[in-house]
């Protein structure tokens, strides 16, 4: 079947008198004096086309009758048009119809709000914001996999389905084949009742991943720079903006890399990937900055321009209690940092992306690296205005003893991650990582306030459609 070109190939491309032919839907259309106009996208830009067709077209009195949201195919002559806000149009000698559209198409042009966009989630990517998103959505995915590749890292691919938790929060959907209206008990040698796992699929305990992490970290040990991109999901009952069910995570792991190498390392990811998204797409990037957030494209800048701030977690803790800021939630050094703490320190004390490192002990997970001095690990995060932490990652802990010992301070069952404690009876070495939220990285391209509107098909609370 003939497709024709693609509209963002053709405008960069194509000059007056030459026969093109466009597939795509139809946006917009008017009739004027025997004359019909009607602007034509295929997803491929922003921008559409548009088409004219005359009386002496054949089919075109069905033409007058298609309604917006209509699969065509035009061919036809490239001309320079002398309406505003375009340089061509395409002169219609045959317009072929795939399929009309019903008179309750919801996408009429008008403006829709997000919320009502996300309840018609299968149709919501025609619209120009959606468009946009996915089409970035793309580049990112895209440079991602550039970067890691053009660096000599190997891609691997981590199970969905693990028997352990790698985050230690249990926070984790849980996977069985067993009939949930009368799951087999058993009873333990205390005489606990619990769940009889022998009858289940896999004969034990699983669950949908929250990490790869652990996983890669195998890899690791034998190729030496790997890296993950896949499906993650948290049990998490969160209704906030930055927050969803399932989303999509890269993790980079390092054998032979500390603390330092791994900051310097995502500093230099987050450059290159924002870089050719900018290239890349432009045109959706001034179409947010115009609509969307008005401040997008001098945050990208500074991207650029500057290197990223370091900071410990203790000096970060000073800097927000000298503020006076009165927070919803009061700092004191052992907690964990809160969104509006992370903000205020990218957006009003540093004004720039800002890593923290050297965290707590106690609030962080097992596998990240004691310190000398016994109260905190090597871990950082990388915050970013308008988002708050996009990046969280540590060296982690190779020494066998401590490893074992911080699983056990934990409450965790030093039997489940037998395997990974292998790793450090077998030729251990130094390693560190880091995971990005990718679905947060591209919040903070698009300037999209919430994270639902940057996935294609969002999971959270009480929301699992299509």
């Not at 120009?128 to 190997?154: D, P, T």
């Amino acid at each position: 079947m003939e497709r024709g070109e693609k509209i963002k190939a053709l405008l960069a491309s194509a000059t007056a008198r030459d026969a093109v032919c466009i597939c795509g839907w139809i946006r917009q259309k008017r009739i004027s004096k025997g004359i019909i106009f009607f602007n034509i996208n295929d997803g491929s830009c922003l921008a559409g086309i548009q088409a004219v067709a005359d009386e002496s077209l054949t089919g075109f009195e069905e033409l007058k009758k298609l309604a917006i949201g209509s699969s065509v195919r035009v061919r036809g002559r490239l001309a320079e048009s002398p309406g505003q806000g375009q340089k061509y149009e395409i002169q219609a000698m045959a317009v072929d119809i795939f399929g009309d559209c019903d008179e309750d198409y919801p996408l009429q042009k008008k403006k829709h709000s997000f919320e009502f966009l996300r309840s018609i989630a299968h149709l919501r990517m025609r619209t120009n914001s959606f468009g946009a998103v996915f089409r970035v959505r793309n580049a990112a995915a895209y440079a991602i996999h550039e970067f890691f590749q053009e660096n000599g890292f190997y891609y691997i691919h981590t199970p969905i389905i693990t028997g352990s938790d790698c985050e230690g929060a249990g926070e984790m959907f849980h996977v069985t084949t067993m009939p949930l209206e009368s799951i087999p008990m058993t009873r333990s040698a205390s005489g606990a009742m619990g769940v009889d796992f022998s009858q289940d699929f896999f004969r034990t305990h699983a669950g949908l991943t929250v990490s790869g992490q652990l996983e890669g970290e195998l890899f690791a040990m034998a190729l030496s720079e790997i890296y993950t991109f896949g499906p993650t999901f948290r049990a998490e009952n969160s209704n906030t903006p930055r927050h969803a069910a399932e989303f999509w995570m890269i993790e980079p792991e390092m054998a032979f890399y500390d603390l330092d190498d791994n900051i310097a390392l995502a500093q230099r990811f987050i450059k290159q990937v924002t870089a050719r998204v900018r290239d890349r797409c432009s045109e959706d990037l001034a179409f947010f900055a115009e609509r969307i957030d008005p401040t997008l494209m001098d945050r990208l800048d500074a991207i650029d321009r500057h290197d990223f701030e370091v900071l410990t977690y203790t000096n970060a803790v000073r800097l927000l209690k000298e503020s006076g800021k009165a927070f919803e939630f009061p700092v004191s050094w052992g907690m964990d940092l809160q969104t509006e703490h992370e903000r205020y320190l990218t957006e009003e004390l540093i004004r720039k992306p800002t890593f923290v490192r050297d965290y707590p002990l106690e609030i962080k997970a097992f596998y990240m690296r004691r310190s000398d001095d016994g109260r905190t690990v090597g871990a950082m995060d990388l915050l970013v205005p308008r988002i708050g932490e996009i990046i969280g990652g540590s060296q982690r802990e190779e020494r066998l003893d401590v490893l074992k010992e911080m699983i056990r301070s934990k409450g965790l069952d030093e039997a489940v991650y037998w395997w990974y404690i292998d790793t450090r009876r077998f030729g251990t070495a130094p390693h560190a990582g880091f995971g990005l939220g990718f679905e947060r990285l591209l919040q903070y391209l698009t300037g999209m306030a919430n994270i639902r509107d940057v996935i294609p098909f969002p999971r959270t609370p009480g929301n699992c459609e299509f």
